[in-house]
């Protein structure tokens, strides 16, 4: 959530903070702003999207080679202009952008306002930004000791960067639970929420680590410290993706373009890490921990959203393949229950951004207590994969669109390594088995692909149900977290209600809502409960429901009875999630965008969830 960009060097900033912010504006778009310093501080910032705060800009007053800009996901206050970012001290010297919950800010507030100060805005940012300030003017010490200073004092999740008025030669960035990157180039200095603003003009990177505070100076030198003022040095990273990775290539929306990148990111997800030939699996982070990962009594997935659902065919998988039992927990509720948790347990958390700080706090929990924690996240250097003893990147390369696509296939593909090696290891596959499956994992890519030319009838079926007030997705087995997070995929971009079920549970309740109104999307590709499958169609046409059905290529049965099929490639039941998603993602995205609904950015969403 909230997006941050901030430039010091020789080039104008204005043009680096704009392009960066539209960038991150996946992350937050409730409002955007921007602060410059040329002598005097010029600040601009709109309720809206980027492109209302570029109305709002008088170009005359935007030269300047110093700058930092926000693009906002609302935390406190309403998302309006004298609450969007960056923020003013009280003397008008400092600006600062915050990504984050600072949540003492209400004793704060009510300290400083004793003192005299006077704010403007709903926010916990102005009262972070005035906190500053008093210390500097307080302890009469710089700025950056200041910032170390109030970053002792508060409670929360912060990601920041201040501008000094009196200071244009320098910029102060720090950061704890929200991930803050700084790309190296040639006597300038790029900082953001991620990558994606930075890999245009820069490779090199230095990420900032927990509770870390960095000093930018115009000379093109950094000191990185820890608010315990250690000084610590860190190792210069290079990017993994291209500017060509972030751009749309053609597509109209992120989010399609996404949706038909899933065959590639699946690919790069297995490769070097399987060889269906030879008949093995090697995971670089399961082979760290397998003596220990062998002798859990319990794996315990935790995750949030898509991952969730992830987790969930995780479950099915491990418990199938290698029989061991797998609990599968919301991150957000993990650690309130005051859960059982062991050193012969494995937690494995899943999140695309590894920023989630719900699951964040949830590995913590359960790393105090001694469980072995295996993180599989998408991007390199989160706190995720630094949390972790051991993990897996997904290698889907960046996800731009806020509902995940092929984040969740290319998790699923990982965890079925996972499962396999796991199951190898105990001796719970037979090889035949195992080739098997290898050969059949193999071919998803290239069956996705089949499965994406059914595009232009899933957009017939779209256009019929587009005005639909309600869905049910059902589902059996391996199949039932994918109705899950079709209907969450609904949800999201289209702002249908829509639920997922098991399709056994349907008579426990919502067959109440089927009527010849209701759309129910069935998944049925599933062998080993097909006529079950079929004698819940049945039970939803007796009474007049809209029957889309998923199955396999060449079904006859159900294809007597559904009123739309889309037909897919025939895979093992296992691996089968892989591609039902795919049919689901693209019905949400068809019927989202005939509703007029901004698919890559909906409403209240924000990609990457970095408070609890």
Request: aromatic letters at 8%.
């Amino acid at each position: 959530m909230c997006g941050i960009v901030g430039y010091i060097g020789k080039k104008e900033a204005f043009p680096i903070l704009i392009k960066g912010l539209k960038r991150l504006e996946y992350r937050g778009y409730d409002s955007a702003g921007i602060a410059l310093l040329n002598g005097d501080m010029t600040v601009f910032k709109k309720a809206g999207k980027v492109s209302e705060l570029e109305k709002i800009v008088d170009h005359d007053h935007v030269l300047a080679n110093i700058g930092i800009g926000h693009t906002r996901w609302a935390t406190h206050g309403e998302p309006n202009d004298r609450n969007a970012h960056p923020h003013l001290s009280q003397s008008g010297n400092l600006a600062i952008i915050h990504n984050g919950i600072i949540e003492n800010y209400s004793a704060i507030k009510e300290e400083l306002t004793k003192r005299g100060y006077v704010f403007h805005s709903d926010t916990d940012t102005e009262v972070l930004v005035n906190l500053i300030e008093e210390v500097q003017k307080k302890e009469n010490t710089t700025l950056d000791n200041a910032v170390r200073i109030a970053l002792n004092e508060v409670v929360g999740a912060y990601a920041i960067v201040v501008l000094n008025k009196n200071n244009p030669d320098q910029l102060i960035a720090a950061r704890k639970g929200s991930p803050l990157v700084i790309g190296i180039g040639d006597d300038e200095f790029y900082i953001a929420s991620d990558a994606s603003p930075i890999v245009e003009y820069t490779q090199n990177v230095v990420y900032l680590e927990e509770q870390e505070y960095a000093v930018i100076n115009r000379d093109g030198h950094y000191n990185i410290y820890t608010l315990g003022n250690v000084e610590k040095s860190h190792e210069i990273k290079k990017l993994e993706f291209s500017l060509e990775t972030i751009e749309k290539g053609g597509f109209e929306h992120f989010m399609l373009k996404e949706i038909y990148e899933q065959p590639k990111a699946i690919e790069d997800s297995l490769r070097g890490r399987m060889n269906a030939q030879k008949g093995w699996i090697k995971l670089g982070g399961l082979n760290e921990y397998i003596n220990r990962i062998d002798n859990a009594k319990r794996f315990i997935i935790t995750a949030c959203g898509t991952s969730w659902h992830s987790g969930l065919i995780g479950e099915y998988l491990i418990e199938d393949l290698a029989r061991v039992p797998v609990e599968v927990e919301y991150a957000s509720e993990f650690r309130y229950r005051n859960p059982i948790i062991n050193e012969s347990d494995v937690v494995i958390a899943i999140s695309q951004s590894g920023e989630t700080a719900d699951t964040l706090a949830a590995i913590s929990l359960a790393k105090e207590r001694q469980a072995l924690i295996y993180g599989i996240c998408n991007v390199i250097g989160s706190s995720i994969a630094r949390t972790s003893h051991a993990g897996s990147y997904t290698h889907a390369g960046p996800e731009i669109g806020v509902a995940s696509t092929k984040a969740f296939s290319t998790q699923i593909s990982l965890i079925t390594l996972i499962a396999l090696q796991i199951a190898m290891v105990k001796g719970t596959i037979p090889t035949s088995r195992l080739r098997t499956i290898l050969y059949e994992l193999e071919n998803i890519p290239r069956k996705i692909e089949e499965t994406l030319l059914l595009d232009a009838q899933i957009k017939e079926i779209a256009a019929i149900y587009k005005n639909a007030t309600n869905f049910l997705y059902l589902g059996r087995g391996y199949n039932f977290p994918v109705a899950l997070e079709g209907a969450l995929k609904l949800k999201e971009i289209s702002y249908i209600h829509a639920e997922g079920y098991p399709a056994a549970e349907m008579k426990h309740g919502p067959i109440a809502l089927i009527d010849e109104n209701m759309p129910v999307v069935f998944l049925a590709t599933n062998k080993s409960a097909y006529e079950k499958i079929v004698s819940n169609v049945q039970e939803v046409k007796a009474r007049k429901g809209k029957i889309i059905a998923v199955v396999t290529k060449g079904d006859t049965q159900i294809r007597a009875l559904a009123d739309h099929i889309i037909e897919v490639p025939e895979t093992e039941e296992i691996l089968s999630p892989l591609i039902t998603i795919v049919p689901l993602q693209l019905l949400a995205y068809h019927i989202a965008i005939m509703r007029g609904c901004n698919v890559d950015q909906p409403r209240n969403l924000a990609k990457s969830v970095t408070v609890e």
